[in-house]
């Protein structure tokens, strides 16, 4: 194949750019000007004009949830709602096509976001009453845009055994690294914060091995038709491996997945540890690392905090996992060579768990050299904390949407001065150094690319706003944007030597766009469209066909 007539971004700092592009099988051969590609072309060479159009390495999602993504088109999706009555409607048409009993599923609200807020509030969400009513004889939970937290109705919580809860006086109902909020009768209002959600999610029957393989092809098809062409899966458990694995033997895996293990199964992660890393020989599925999640979202006040929230003067947020079990993971995983990528969103989070991968560090520091492990999202930082990031060599995966997506609300939660002291600190942190790997968290928000992409070099809304950005000193270049989507993506999955950069040895896969997205009008970016994906040298997406 021998790709020219357009813009080629290479983001190889030896040579930027190119006016053409060879492949052979699935490998780079030539990258330099169109008439020193001459000598590569034969009868047998498949052909592609740009037409003026642009290329880029092939995008990398570096933080999401594969098969989430998936069954976020197979379920009640919800982030377009916005209003509590959206929410009902939605509901309330799905019960009408499923029989009494079978439960309603969905993903995506965020009463944060919405257009207005219904009258009665308990903690700063909705009561269930009104979504009981439509659906009496069907259980329904809701999860959170963040999944950070869900929403159950009557006979959700009647199947879990709550119906007899109701304590007059009592106001909340903890559980370990979580909570179900009560009224002021002692009732549950159907929010389940945190790890309270496994009183709901156990009930829940399990998907099937025909409704897994059906999200996981919608899944490929979601990332073809967004040029992103590698996925790095943010924890996933033993059945998903399985299903991973039993892909790529059937030739399906058609986006490159670099999985972290699921940190809540100890017994997953000895296995593992026996056996070592995965890196596969054709680059499809490679498992090294492993993810944590030990605090919450900002959106549901599950972040861990060292100051009160500011919209709630009692609440710290959420440690949901012992920071001894950080340490002791963060131990096995230089003892047998796997990433550690700890979620956390809150401050009191990021500190606590930059101290025990410090900590494990100096017991181990011969198995530490090139430990590259990350922190997931590292949202909000203590100022005190943010210059650690470089100096223990960990990582900020950092999804640039959820600033704009959460920054209007999230001044409600920090209040100013912590706002703008450590709240999505992308240009200090590149500053000293680090790379940042970017990415949108799917279906936490849509895995448009575009969309993180304008966020991070705007710093404003998807509607536009504010003029001039959040915090402006805050934007990545250009340049530091579509690095964080490719070789700085590449180098959080020890993967720099083999993509993210268009260059002679590595992979052919490419994102092609419809316009420059590195030079055209700010206003303009998001009118960017993916005209074609080339992933492992093939056409696997073409906006016009």
Known sequence: MLIYGGTIYTVDANQPMAEAVAIKNNKIVFVGSLKEAEPYKNDKTKLIDLKGKTMTPGLIEGHGHFMGLGYNELNLDLSNTKSYEDIVNAVGERVKTIKPGEWVIGRGWHQSKWDSLPSKMVKGFQTHHKLSAVSPENPVYLSHASGHAGF????????????????????????????????????????????AQS????????????SDIEAFEL???????????????????????????????????????????????????????????????????????????????????GAWLLEPYSDRKDHFGHETLPMEFVEKTALNGLKNGFQVCSHAIGD?????????????????????????????????????????????????????????????????????????????????????????????????????PIASFYASVSRKTLNGTPEGGYEPEQKMTREQALKSYTI??????????????????????????????????????????????????????????
């Open 152 to 195: 159950a109705n009557a006979k959700a919580m009647e199947v879990a055994g709550l119906h007899g809860l109701a304590k007059e006086g009592i106001k909340s109902f903890k559980v370990e690294g979580g909570e179900v909020i009560l009224d002021a009768f002692g009732r549950p209002t159907g929010i389940f914060n945190e790890r």
């Open 199 to 210: 009183i709901i999610y156990k009930h829940i029957p399990d998907k099937t091995p025909e």
């Open 219 to 301: 899944a490929i098809k979601a990332c073809q038709k967004n040029g992103i062409t590698s996925f790095h899966d943010a924890g996933i458990p033993k059945e998903t491996i399985a299903l991973y694995e039993k892909m790529r033997q059937d030739g399906k895996m058609n986006t490159r997945i670099y999985a972290m293990l699921t940190g809540w199964d100890e017994a997953l992660l000895n296995e593992w540890y026996l056996k070592g890393p995965s890196i596969d020989s054709s680059h499809l599925l490679t498992i090294r690392s492993v993810k944590l999640n030990c605090d919450g979202a900002l959106g549901s006040r």
């Open 348 to 448: 009191r989070a990021n500190r606590e768990i930059l101290d025990r991968y410090e900590s494990a560090f100096k017991k181990l520091p011969e198995k530490a050299l090139d430990h590259r492990f990350r922190i997931e999202h590292a949202q909000h930082l203590h100022p005190e904390d943010i210059p650690r990031f470089a100096q223990l060599k960990v990582i900020p995966a950092m999804q640039a949407i959820h600033m704009s997506s959460d920054r209007p609300w999230a001044i409600d939660r920090l209040g100013e001065k912590r706002i703008k002291e450590g709240a999505y600190m992308w240009q200090t942190l590149l500053k000293t150094g680090i790379p940042i790997v970017n990415g949108t968290d799917v279906p936490v928000e849509p895995i448009n």
């Open 488 to 545: 700085d993506a590449a180098y959080g999955a020890f993967e720099e030597a083999i993509k993210g950069s268009i260059s002679v040895g590595k992979l052919a896969d490419f994102t092609i766009y419809n316009q420059d997205l590195m030079t055209v009008e700010e206003n303009k970016i998001l009118e960017t469209k993916i005209e074609m994906t080339i992933f492992n040298g093939t056409i696997v997406y073409s906006r016009a066909e």
